[in-house]
């Protein structure tokens, strides 16, 4: 499967050596889990569906649980399993992290961005509710991001106003909205590989990065676990979204749940067009043995999150 995915002796050797057959079981055992938990607390947040007025509450059901993989909270509950914490204490800085990356979806396929018509295997928000209704949805998850954050306990080290400036900052004009900017200026354009992965850290490592943060954070983790993590999201955001352009030239559309092809088709500059598909393989298996380098002051306490960063290698969509 992963030479069928991937190609690359590289990647395979990452993912073997993090990855005995039982391993692999334990760990999928581990991610329904961890999807399970985080989904029954999304809907204890989100207002009900028929709460007034109905259509909003409806719309962002439907994008909220629409089959995501939930990558963010699972890696938000696993920083918090690594260094020592409670995950029930990470579980509202999880729904957080969804709610902002729904909404960023949600935006992203708005025509007036990526006018897009399938996302997560669904017709997108815009196509079913109207593009009124989904900026409108789009604003409200990113509203309820804040109140749900504000629900986060405060640990000895991190206040609650520590855990809401984090993913404030993260979700502004520096980091995802300015990533945004950046790709929706560079359509069309030559971009460099040092412009392409400036894009690349705003508008997909910034939050992986907070995801591994507020996990930390919510464990009260010291300054030196903080740091470290914050180096493993760094580096596993950059590969998560090289895997991701390559699995958009890869990959058939059914299988990814959204339209393949969509880079190329909008002029984007992507890792596979600017350096070839070989050299972005190369990449991500160097941006993911970087990752799992930097686990190392965890001092074996982070086996799941090089569990996962090593299965991310493999994934088909
Ligand atoms: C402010 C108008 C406005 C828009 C903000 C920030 C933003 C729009 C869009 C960025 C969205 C985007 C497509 C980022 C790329 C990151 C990425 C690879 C997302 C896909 O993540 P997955 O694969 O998705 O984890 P699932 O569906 O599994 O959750």
Known sequence: MVERCLGNADLQQIFTSHHPPSGLMHLKQYLTDRIAEVDAALDAFLPPARQRPATIHAAMRYSVFAGGKRLRPVLCLAAA???????????????????????????????????????????????????????????????????????????????????ITELAVTGGSRKLIGGQVMDLEGEGQPLSQRELVRIHEAKTAALLTSALRLGAMSANATPAKLAALTKFGEALGLAFQVIDDILDVTQSTEVLGKTAGKDQAVAKATYPSVLGLEASRKAAAKLTRAALAALKPLGGKATRLEEIAAYLLQREY
């Open 81 to 163: 399993e690594a260094c020592g914490g409670d995950r029930g204490q990470a579980l509202a800085p999880a729904c957080a992290l969804e709610l902002m990356h729904t909404y960023s979806l949600v935006h992203d396929d708005l025509p007036a961005m990526d006018d897009d018509d399938l996302r997560r295997g669904r017709p997108t928000c815009h196509k079913v509710y109207g593009e009124g209704m989904a900026v409108l949805c789009g604003d409200a998850l990113l509203t309820e991001v804040f109140v749900v954050l504000a629900q986060t306990p405060p640990t000895k080290r991190y206040t609650t106003r520590d855990f």
